[in-house]
């Protein structure tokens, strides 16, 4: 899938696109650059409907002088002249950040290699039988299900940075990922469940999320009539439930830019309890099999595995190199510097984010099934809609769910159609929460976020709708 050279190409365009930097007299420059190659295929009303095979990449260059910075994209090697003259014009425009300047070269930590041969020797035929292999696996499992969407991807990156300040790196890694609904329409109901999974290397021919696809289609039929209620109740949020609100509002809660200016959860609550005491949260750059696994940030910075919350304290955020150096400048803070936090694309410059964040406890960790028979009267919410509207500033949030069961006496017993989920994540993370056994799921199905099913009491709502 990947050509041979390939990641020495997009060396040597960096290397013609730093020259063309140089040329023009820039006092500071960095490019990033790939080329990803990949295949595709599509699942819908129970068959394969497309197969394609592609590639894209391009090149985003930064040039600073005098705390000022432009940046621009191309795709063309041959324009990178007017990209660079493009980067110029635009930092002659842009605002002075006094001390801001690229980083100096480091010494880095070596980390595991995302590259795997056997997903970069994948071919259409390869993913075609293993599309087969998911659609005769539902079919056996459910023979009423019907596969209404979803798909299989495989690629293979080539990828560089270079800096005038003498980084450089170069490398070459592989993804895969899969995605399936399930539907089952019949007796006038239709539920549906929708699950993924991501890696670096391959992924069974039938990854679990299959399973759990075909699970939730299931078990949300025949829906129970529930009485209304009021107030909070306990709450076990999936892990992917749990992760959508966890990535809009403790991601945000964690950069140092929305901390300096008040626009963060957690603004004026370093060395604070912002958790309960059991959980601690980790930033990881290292992280064999992470996402966002990588020897240096989108700043040239070597990336570290950090420790964000200690036993429920909060012990520092994150930074970018300009992030850090403008909150000075403002006098929003007294110091702050690089955390090698921040990430970049080909399509923008780098700002201040997280790597892969590992949240764990310190206390007994409950299988999904000893969660649920803890609960007295209460709700499993398995995904979630509306995440997006979640106020990152305050924690609060109020969405909707179709993926909900009613648990008494710890026994589950039946599902209904559609509830609002209410609440604050502030409020539940620093009181009664238990945070379920880590899932042995193949691949990852959380992204950067490695998590798992959660018990909140007492500070969660489920309202049927």
């Not at 409907?49 to 090149?59: R, S």
């Not at 901390?259 to 980790?282: C, G, P, Q």
Request: net charge negative.
């Amino acid at each position: 899938m990947l050509p041979d050279g390939a990641v020495e190409r997009v060396q040597e365009v960096c290397a013609s696109i730093g020259e063309a930097c140089e040329a023009a007299g820039v006092a500071q420059w960095d490019v990033m650059g790939e080329q990803s190659y990949g295949l595709d295929l599509n699942l819908e009303a129970g068959k394969i409907t497309m197969v394609g095979a592609g590639g894209e990449g391009g090149f985003g260059v930064r040039v600073v002088d005098d705390g000022r910075f432009g940046f621009a994209r191309l795709v063309d090697p041959s324009g990178a002249q007017r990209a660079v003259d493009q980067a110029i014009s635009i930092l002659r425009k842009s605002p002075q950040v006094a001390g801001f300047e690229l980083p100096e070269s480091s010494d880095v930590t070596a980390v595991p290699s995302a590259f795997h041969a056997d997903v970069a020797g994948l071919t259409a035929e390869d993913l075609m039988d293993r599309a087969d292999a998911m659609l005769a696996h539902v079919a056996s499992e459910s023979p009423q299900a019907v596969v209404t969407g979803g798909g299989l991807g495989a690629s293979a990156t080539a990828s560089a940075f270079l800096s005038s300040e003498g980084i450089e790196r170069a490398s070459s890694s592989t993804g895969m990922g899969a995605g399936i609904q399930v539907t089952i329409d019949v007796d006038d109901q239709l539920t549906s469940g929708w699950e993924g999974a991501s890696a670096d290397g391959l992924l069974p021919e039938v990854p679990d999320c299959v399973d759990l696809a075909v699970k939730w289609a299931e078990c949300t039929r025949d829906p129970i009539k529930v009485e209304a209620t009021a107030g909070t109740q306990d709450v076990v949020l999936s892990e992917g439930a749990f992760g959508s609100l966890f990535g809009m509002i403790v991601g945000s809660a964690l950069s140092g830019p929305r901390v300096a200016r008040k626009e963060s959860l957690w603004t004026d609550r370093l060395d604070k309890k912002v958790m309960a005491d059991h959980l601690t949260l980790v930033d990881d750059g290292h992280l064999e099999g992470g996402a966002r696994t990588a020897s240096i940030d989108g700043d040239g910075m070597p990336t570290q595995r950090r420790v964000l919350v200690d036993a429920g304290r909060l012990t520092q955020v994150n930074w970018s190199v300009r992030d850090a150096a403008k909150a000075v400048a403002d006098g929003q803070v007294d110091h702050a510097e690089s955390t090698g936090s921040a990430t970049r694309s080909i399509s923008g410059p780098p700002g201040t984010s997280t790597r892969d964040l590992v949240l764990s406890s310190s206390n007994r960790r409950p299988s999904p099934e000893d969660l649920v028979a803890q609960m007295d009267d209460g709700w499993v919410v398995h995904s979630i809609m509306g995440a997006h509207t979640a106020n990152p500033t305050s924690g609060d949030f109020s969405v909707t769910t179709s993926s909900v069961l009613r648990v008494v006496d710890g026994e589950v017993r039946g599902a209904i159609r559609q509830a609002g989920v209410t609440g604050n994540l502030a409020e539940a993370l620093s009181g009664s929460v238990v945070l379920g056994r880590q899932n042995e799921r193949d691949g990852r199905s959380g992204g950067h976020l490695h998590l798992a099913d959660v018990l909140f009491s007492g500070t969660i709502g489920v309202n049927p709708a």
